[in-house]
């Protein structure tokens, strides 16, 4: 039984609330197995008996709960920024509660003054103009009825507490008719890749930073932003549209736009479970076969095993993972006339054929790969046919659809068991949605007169939302009247709205409610940074002046590419002086529109909308100021001055580009911030500073002080001053992307050519262990040994190898040889000793066979003989470069030492290929690419056709094989 | 050039600014020329690289006849003669000596050998036919794997007092350990003995020994270092950090798996909680004592190299510099106290070897890691001129404060004034994940000074050691008989344990 997960991280919670909250999480899911086995996501895991009839009990308690109207649920809104500040000892009650006038839309109703209004804007509650595509119905009603059962930590407050249960089910049904008559949620078949996909990014992306993470065993984070129902609400559609631009519905920036691609959006819709619960009723024919083919048979000349109805390309029809093959036969109905594309993703084999017109063929055996094909369609029903084997192996498959103004989808959702479009239910839960018009008035109506619209905007009524009650008193009367009634009381009488707060939140408002009653009551620049910084949640990631920041437990989620970066790699910066430090259109622009000028961060920072956040700009450039730097005159050319910047920037004198990214090259060492962009990002007087004294800004960044005490160390480089040298730089990236390229950030290729004697390059060498040792020697022969697996791995001829991955930067990771392809020589160990003819050759790791490396020794013309030892047997390996023409050669002499007692039945493995062709006496062809003459006592013996075997033959304790390897 | 010099015009000021002012734009003013400079007393000698030749050097050793053998990470080994006069720029000569080892960061010569670390294994080499070229090229040991990753260094050390070379290995990517041994120290014999000796090592720069022949490296900033430090390699240890604890299970040399550390602790809780845990003697304070600490030599010229006999010389790769350490044993281990002791190396200082005849020699690079000293590489000389600096010369705990000795007769009235002196305390959180801040601060109060008979020495009383702690002394007000301030006012003193 798995753990059921309930996303929420609401204050303290009872176990009842506990249970309400779990009412609402993912139920499991509904698709065929086959094509969710290897999917190990924790939240889907739930399928047992015992889960669903927990659901069902639970279900059903909620419902009859909800209908009599006499259960509230218990949680409590959840405003992040209140909860992670309001218990602070230095908290003030008041600049709580403003957070929550906000958050709670209390200001919608209760108009603030005007002095205030700016910073008790309320945010506007979701536009729900689209919301029949968006929302599910089902959803809908039930939200409405109770929205902190539906969902714990909900901010939209109950708008028909009190009123009996008759009444106020009928008022809901009215609403949601008026709501969701004006369209349909499209709906897409749960795909587990996209979901492993978008879990990645879920965890990656920051969205983290303010909901719960989801992975198997994550500890429930306070202050997270409730998920709970999500599955419910959304279709997969819906949702990833919603994702792709979240401030289109909700344009107050409280869930700010994330970078994300369509496939990303799609992605985490996928992962964050919605359509989840759709059922994807039969829409197929199938017909089930066993046989083991390497191709698509012609299924039309074969016994089904078994057949049945199913849905499309559902493979837990197959009782077998290897060895079967499934033909489904449906109809796709086409929504209009136009070129429609298809594709098929599968491993092994598959085939989609429309009309008996085959437009995407995937056949042969292959892991998972995806082809597509195109075909004109007229609107309405087209008989589809999909063939499908499997050999062995992974298992998958999977069908796309775009047509005419239809965006790419899930083709399953798309298939029809007859010529008729099937009928979906509401995967919430509920019955379809049947429209009825005579409702949709009445709804309309009711929006208004309960107050929705004092809230939402939606097109099919005039009044707009937020511009206060008139009916109800504006802010700054609140005070006036009893502070522990309506919407502050414990209970709400019909027509109060009940948010379900809690004490805490009460007396924040309360002391709100009482301060916002001096009308003329200005925020300070400092109060209204945090009351912005707070309601978006900025805090979450950011500290500023010691408040906030990533919280300790959600420390670790934070993550980046560049692991050797530290904190600063992965921790979002610190604000506190930022006003100083960024330029006005920067403070501008990083907010409004999000930023990725920290590429290595995987957090990214989102775009929050200029219309919520351009006011931070000047708020925060008239807290932080900085010591102006007088102005450097210089009485040389500005491009002298230019020219020293960039000498100080290369690797001759500061080496700046060791770490950070210089127009878009990358650095040497860790890629830091990019250098052509601080310019344009950065305030002079900080840049001064900040080069003087990074610590002062930055405790504990890794960017050096290139200045210790102010001096420089460079006292050649203009007159040697730190502020003048700070300055060419500053002079230098004003150029930006244009600058002349510093010093040491292209490194060159560092050829290594051997002359009068070889060149040995130990290091990390492409197809070897991590010990190859390659040597090159005069007249363009070159080998690689492997001194981990005691094999000649690769000769070829031409240039040697460039040494600049190894010898620039930090030199990570294996280098290929320059010049002509090299030949792969016989894997594995040379030497071994064989009962027969018919026995392998051993497959262990050389080491494990009992190989040691012993090093190598270089005659007087400094070539290596290699030296190993394999049991008692010590071997000396030495090849010998011949040129003649242009054929090259290396005859590798082995010398094989056996002591007192040589061994028997020892062989030397000469070649192991697909193909060994014996040309003469003693003489090979190899892969048809390349030729081996070998000489040895015993004759070569060709085995299992592409190994050739030289037997040992001790004289005096010796063995001597020469191989001449020809290319 | 005309320039105008910078000033501090000083507008608006947010509590946000207080600070820098002082720190940026008054350090920057010129310093006095009156007061001695460390170039008074150690000055760096540069030895002459040929043209052409890119000597990043990896490791230094002594050869007989007046002779250094230098290894590069491009792999070379180059012998280097008259290196010890006194102008050796102009009368050092190189001769390439070998060429195609990987990435060489240990030396040590016996017995007509020279003993290379390299990357791959510890192999002997030598020149068998006599002309000054490597010939014979014999592995002596490769017990532990590498994969392809740039970071899996392996830092040798000189012979010890047993005959064997200390190898301390770096991690996989210097966070986890993907391949035996990683993370461990081994010890090689001279005939190919291969002993899994310590675990618990991150990102070594350095190994070496102090006078007792007992083995140092040095371990950087990262995961479960908070800082970098210097630390004391026994066998049987636990350095610290648990990535390469999996190979306890290949070997059962040096005993049971140690219990893992919690992440998130203090380095003090952790030593007392974990038997095999060796907290570090000395913590370099991230970028106050610099950013990348790295090779290691011991003054055991009997003087020829100044007045610290058997301390500890410890490079900084990053900040270029040299740094001195004092260190004493109390309860059982190694703790002490570090100094600023000379800055400006030419590139950034890695390799270490001190000479005989008071020479230290420092071999740089700053390829993949940017260094003050901007030359990409540099091999240099640091001799001491014979002028005694005025330092405080040792550190040492006592049980209610410490007690400070002089390279000089103090000034009586300033060493025993109480105001002479400051003092914070810190630590750094012992995590899992990279580096740590200075947290736990305290301010312990200075209650006395007390200048010994001799005047060389002073005992700080103090109230609220801090065990665990980092405790950071100022000595601005301190002036020496001749009146002469410290060269360097700060000491670094890690108190693991109070004695």
Known sequence: MARIPSHISAPPISAAERYFQRLSSPSGLPYGDANLKHFNHPHRVGRSPERRRVVARATALLLALVSSGSARAIAAPMVPGFERFHSAADADPAANGRVLLTELNCTSCHAPADAQHAALEAKQAPILNEVAQRVRPGYLRKFLADPQATKPGATMPDMFAGLPAAEKEERIEAIVQFLAASGTVAEEMFDRGRAQKGEKKFHEIGCIACHNPRLEGAAELPNSVPLVGIEKKYSIPSLAKFLGDPLAVRPSGRMPQLPLSGDDARNLAHFLGAGANVQMLKNARYRYYEGDWSQLPDFDKLKPVKEGECTAMDLSVSPNDDQFGVVYESFFIAPKQGRYQFWLHSDDGSRLVIDGERVVDNDDIHGPATKDGAIELAAGPHEVRIEFFEAAGGVELRGEFQGPGIARQSLVGALSLTREPIERPDPSGDAPFRPNPKLFDVGRKLFVSSGCAQCHVHQGVKESAGDGDAKLRPLAELAQGSLTAGCLGEKQRPGVPAFDLNQAQRASLVAAIKQAAKADLVLAAGDQVVQTMTTLNCYACHERDNRGGVPQERNELFTGTQKEMGDEGRIPPRLTGVGAKLTHAWLEKIPADGADDRPYMNVAMPKFGKQNTGHLAGLWEQLDTLPAVEPVEFDVATRQVKAAGRLLVGDKAFGCIKCHQFAGHKSTGVQSLEMTAMHQRLRRDWFHQYLLNPQAFRPGTRMPAAWPEGKSPLKKVLDGQAATQIESIWDYLADGGKAALPEGLIGGAIELVPEERPIIYRNFIEGLSPRGIAVGYPKQVNLAFDADRFHLALVWSGKFIDASRHWQGRGQGPQRPLGELPVHLAQGAPLAQLESLEANWPAEAAKEQGYRFLGYRLTSAGLPIFRYRWRDLEIEDFPQPQVDGASHRIDRLLTISAGDAPPANVYFRAAAAKKVEKLAERQYRIDDDWRLAIESKQEPIIARGGELLVPLVFEGGKATITQRIEW | ?499
């Open chain 2, 1 to 499: 050039m005309k320039y105008r010099a910078m000033g501090n015009r000083l507008f608006a000021l947010g509590a946000f600014v207080a600070a820098l002012v002082t720190l940026a734009w008054v350090a920057s003013a010129r310093a006095d020329d009156t007061q001695p400079t460390e170039d008074d007393y150690y000055r760096y000698l540069t030895l002459p690289i040929p043209e052409g030749v890119v000597l990043e050097v990896g490791a230094i050793e002594l050869l007989p006849d007046q002779k250094l053998a230098v290894a590069s990470r491009r792999g070379e080994i180059w012998i280097v003669e008259n290196a010890f006069t006194a102008t050796p720029e102009k009368d050092a000569k190189f001769t390439r000596f070998a060429h195609g080892l990987h990435e060489v960061l240990g030396l040590a010569y016996r017995n007509g050998w020279l003993y290379v670390t390299q990357r791959c294994d510890v192999s002997r080499i030598k020149d068998s036919d006599g002309d000054g070229r490597a010939d014979v090229f014999e592995v002596v040991a490769d017990g532990w794997e590498i994969s392809n990753d740039y970071h899996e260094y392996a830092f040798g050390s000189n012979f010890d007092k047993d005959g064997r070379i200390w190898v301390v290995l770096c991690l996989t990517g210097s966070f986890s350990s993907n391949v035996p041994y990683r993370g461990w120290c081994v010890r090689v014999g001279e005939e190919g003995e291969f002993l899994p000796t310590a675990s618990g090592i991150r990102s070594p720069g350095g190994i070496g020994m102090n006078a007792e022949g007992e083995v140092f490296f040095t371990d950087n900033q990262g995961p479960w270092n908070g800082s970098c430090s210097l630390k004391h390699l026994t066998v049987g240890s636990f350095q610290g950090h648990p990535g390469g604890n999996r190979w306890y299970d290949l070997t059962d040399a040096i005993g049971p798996q140690p219990q893992e550390p919690q992440s998130g602790s203090r380095i003090v809780v952790e030593a007392k909680k974990i038997p095999e845990y060796m907290p570090p003697p000395v913590i370099f304070p991230y970028d106050k004592m610099g950013k990348s600490a790295s090779g290691i030599a011991c003054d055991t010229t009997g003087g020829k190299f100044g007045p610290f006999e058997n301390q500890l010389f410890v490079g900084d790769q990053s900040h270029s510099t040299v740094m001195r350490v004092f260190l004493e044993k109390v309860k059982g281990r190694y703790q002490g106290a570090c100094f600023m002791h000379k800055q400006g190396g030419g590139s950034g200082n890695l390799a270490f070897r001190m000479a005989p005849d008071g020479s230290l020699f420092v071999g740089g690079t700053n390829r993949g890691w940017g260094s003050r000293g901007n030359k990409p590489f540099a091999l240099e000389r640091l001799v001491w001129t014979g002028k005694t600096p005025f330092e405080i010369h040792e550190m040492r705990a006592l049980p209610d404060g410490f007690e400070l000795t002089f390279t000089d007769e103090v000034d009586a009235a300033t060493a025993g004034d109480v105001k002479s002196y400051a003092m914070t305390t810190y630590t750094y959180i012992f995590q899992s994940s990279y580096g740590s801040p200075e947290v736990d601060h305290t301010t312990p109060t200075i209650s006395a000074a007390e200048v010994g008979a001799d005047r060389r020495s002073v005992r700080l009383k103090i109230d609220g050691l801090q065990e665990g702690h980092v405790h950071e002394l100022h000595a601005a007000g301190l002036r020496s008989q001749s009146g002469l301030p410290l060269l360097h006012k700060e000491a670094y003193y890690t108190l693991n344990v109070i004695p």
